[in-house]
């Protein structure tokens, strides 16, 4: 009975909240829920999958919740190394659950709240993508503090497509820290000076996928046994001058990349370029950027030309020590009207990655080989519902391989593919660009 007493309390508390603000005329639970759920996705990856509401606010007299998330699911079809795989293969040419979230914004008389869980089921992981308060002192000053995206090269995206481009994969697209990031724009700029001691939190996955401090949403150096390094005491600055329907900007990085185990402290820099701006229905975004790790070393104090990296609750792979990086992406969108189908948003993204790295195979130098990543697409808005369509290239692309991770990022897959880079397995020169056929269908709410 005590318990029944104290939900019921809890129940009216909570109602009176939610109720503080809403006008006298949605005091009805019909529109108090529909105000309480109501949002706007867009028809873009930009809106639809980074819906941070309470940044977007800029009124400061105002007080909201919004609870909402996505579910997804997930196909593939792959040709890999030459080789296809029967329709039904486990966790290939089937449907599988890729992500379930929950999102809570929240805005209150200038203070914020936003929030993001997630879950993926077919791997048993599951991790926090952002969680941060902030403040909102007017309408071009804000200050968010916790897990936050940091302020490097596009926002809130490199991509278009379901993928992102291969800078999400060393940890330089729609990476998340915990700090502080304060945003000021003034006349045509948009300025950011952020500071984050630590990486994202990690979360929880499936040990037989990889080790555990991998299981997060962004790419970062995790310890590995005989590699025990992580990232600290990262600063971020970016400019953007503002442009009648886009911007171009600069944006700098370095952080520590302490060991553990040995107690040396190496360091990342980097720097990028960028550029982005709407004509229209037609959106184009492109980026240029570096970086480089200096003297990062593993528990044995040798300096090391490939640092491991890690999300996902998957094994971690090599990342070469430093390289340049050339993205483009452009897309159309295509306002329709069939049923509850309104847009269809064509694209196109690409990177080139550049290595810097060299080594020593039968005596001789051999300069690391190239990434490259191209992805094909269309995203397709019906309602609530909206599914990616993807067709995702790569060549040295850990991501797009029989043989995940590895090598691909850092020197370069060998002839064969599956084996470490020797004497007896060089670098190849001359590798097949790899191909997956992507369906993600996800419900947002």
């Not at 992102?164 to 724009?185: M, R, S």
């Not at 190496?266 to 550029?275: E, L, M, S, T, V």
Request: charged share 20%.
């Amino acid at each position: 009975m005590m318990r029944f007493f104290l939900l019921f309390q809890l129940v009216l508390v909570s109602t009176s909240i939610l109720a503080r603000d809403i006008p006298e005329d949605s005091v009805k639970r019909k529109n108090t829920l529909a105000n309480f759920f109501k949002k706007d996705y867009g028809y873009s990856k930009a809106t639809l999958e980074f819906a941070n509401f309470a940044a977007q606010e800029t009124k400061k007299d105002t007080s909201w919740l919004k609870i909402g998330g996505a579910l997804r699911l997930n196909t593939i079809y792959t040709h890999y190394e030459g080789k296809t795989f029967p329709l039904g293969t486990e966790l290939r040419n089937d449907w599988t659950w890729d992500t379930w979230r929950v999102n809570v914004d929240s805005y209150s008389d200038g203070l914020q709240l936003s929030f993001e869980y997630r879950f993926y089921p077919t791997f048993n992981t599951h991790f926090i993508k952002y969680g941060w308060i902030g403040y909102r002192f007017n309408p071009t000053t804000n200050l968010q503090v916790g897990i936050t995206q940091v302020p490097f090269g596009l926002l809130t995206y490199a991509s278009h497509s379901w993928w992102f481009t291969t800078p999400y994969y060393v940890g330089l697209e729609d990476d998340h820290q915990i700090g502080f990031n304060f945003t000021k724009e003034f006349e045509n700029w948009r300025f950011n000076i952020a500071y984050f001691l630590l990486s994202e939190p990690r979360g929880t996955n499936e040990l037989s996928f990889g080790v555990p401090a991998s299981a997060r949403y962004s790419y970062d150096v995790v310890p590995v046994p005989g590699n025990r390094n992580i990232e600290r005491r990262q600063v971020n600055l970016r400019a953007a001058k503002l442009l009648k329907s886009g911007e171009i900007g600069l944006s700098l990085q370095t952080h520590e990349v302490y060991n553990q185990q040995t107690t040396h402290t190496g360091r990342q820099f980097a720097g990028a370029i960028h550029f982005e701006n709407n004509w229209g229905k037609w959106n184009l975004k492109t980026q240029a950027l570096y970086y480089n790790f200096k003297n990062v070393q593993d528990d044995n104090g040798r300096v090391l030309d490939f640092v491991q990296m890690g999300a996902y609750g998957f094994g971690t792979y090599d990342v070469a020590a430093e390289a340049a990086m050339y993205t483009i992406g452009v897309s159309y969108d295509i306002p329709v009207n069939w049923g509850p189908v309104r847009n269809i948003q064509l694209y196109s993204d690409y990177t080139y990655m550049q290595k810097f790295g060299e080594i020593r195979i039968n005596g001789e130098s051999q300069r690391f080989a190239p990434t490259h990543m191209f992805v094909p697409g269309a995203l397709v808005s019906a309602g609530k519902i909206y599914c990616y369509f993807d067709v995702a290239r790569g060549v040295n692309q850990p991501w797009l391989t029989d043989s995940f991770g590895g090598n691909s990022i850092g020197t370069g897959r060998g002839i064969n593919y599956q084996e470490p880079i020797s004497d007896t397995n060089p670098i190849d020169r001359n590798p097949s660009w790899n191909t997956r056929l992507n369906i993600n269908l996800g419900y947002y709410f």
